[in-house]
């Protein structure tokens, strides 16, 4: 009887789609926070007495490589995935959200309450500004909820959408996450300028509050849910996680295969977010009030394709030789950024292209995982994932920053190294998916066939 509730309910459009936009919802406010800082970081290395705060290039690297410090020097993203396969989606994905809130609050405190004066010495990172460190030490903290609400919204859409439109679904998600990228890109230099430079930090503080609010209203739903019949992955038996399943999924050779490619693909595209904003007024001369809306461009243009693709994979298959497509495009726009060409509509152009490579692989990147891991590991797994993940966007961020700062010569930067360095983890990139492909032809793990079951 229980097995019919949960086939009807699983069948229900309304109640699936419903719970896709809550949890997306709420992973989209997690995306504000996660590139807000990004489009600033030409004010904050602009002097404090013209209303910046003086940070230097290599502090906002380090900044932005402290998202994944706490994932990957504390391995918190494996005890989030146990806390997942064992707590199940509702507790897990709360925790996610209140330290999000935490972290993303520390960060708001760090640079509207703090002076940008004071120094510290951190270990081997040298002389940083006292603000730097309590603003990355939020943002690490930050980095803890929101991976940790990645994985849990991955499994909440594994839960409802096997068997149907899986890899739409999390293209949706996708998309809505993308949506938080593009808001914060394009936004937070508009309400700097409005405004005061923390004030898009405090917007997205609220933000991320409201999608606690919104998960909250899913818990709910789902507890309803439960009581009619559909258990919580953690209540069921049959499908919890034991520490012995976690051998198997790390001696899958496939599951390591896209592990790397993760890796390298968003160790490519994100930090290149990051300091593509001030790329834009360097070495493209756009105006720093429009530097914003360039990078925007990307996230905004797989709002429509990623859900687009994710269908297209649901139904033609092909997974694999489209995580190729993407990651050859990827690799030949970052190569032509890293070209000495300085015409801004050029870089608007690569823009549009490096969003449909934006699109294509997460579209089918995803959805490929729950095809090589069992149900009771995934939590595991896409701890696994993100933590290796993790490890790419802590250290590629803090090497840009690095990089920029040993060219720049009289206030003028170089970027042509660090591009070059991007195109060679684009070219990395490749390879891994072309063994991807011969692997899945080799095992026959299904990721060129299609994704929805035809009920008999």
Known sequence: MTEIVRRTLRDSAAARWTVLMIVAFTMMTGYVVAKEMSPLQYLLESPVASGGMGWTSGEFGIF??????FNVFLLMLFVGGIILDKMGVRFAGVLSCVLMLLGSGAI???VAFTSPEPTVNVFHLGILKQQVV????????????????????SKVIVKWFTGKEMALAMGIQVSLARLGTALALAGSPAIAQRFSLPTPILVGVLSVGIGLIAYLFYCTMDRRIEHEGIADEADSEEEQFHLK??????????????????MLYYSALYPFLDFATKLMIEKYGVTPELAGMIPAILPFTSIVLTPLF???????????????IGTVMLTLVLMVFALPLHASALAVV?????????SL?????WPAVPKIVPTSQLGTAYSVIYYIQNIGLMLVPVLIGAVLERNTYEGHINYSPAMWIFTAIGIAAIVISVLLLRYDRRHKIGLEQSNIVIAP
Do not use: Q
């Open 108 to 110: 708001y405190y760090a």
């Open 134 to 153: 309590l603003a990355s030490l939020g943002f690490a903290f930050f980095g803890i909820g929101y991976e940790l609400c990645g994985i849990t919204v």
């Open 361 to 365: 692989l997460p579209s089918v990147l």
């Open 245 to 262: 399943d976690l051998k198997a999924t790390l001696g899958n050779g496939g599951f390591w295969l896209i592990t790397l490619l993760c």
């Open 64 to 69: 932005a490589g402290a998202r994944g410090f």
């Open 310 to 324: 994710g269908g297209m994979y649901d139904r033609i298959g092909r997974g694999a030789t489209i995580m190729i």
């Open 350 to 358: 690569m823009m549009f292209i490096l969003g449909i490579a934006f």
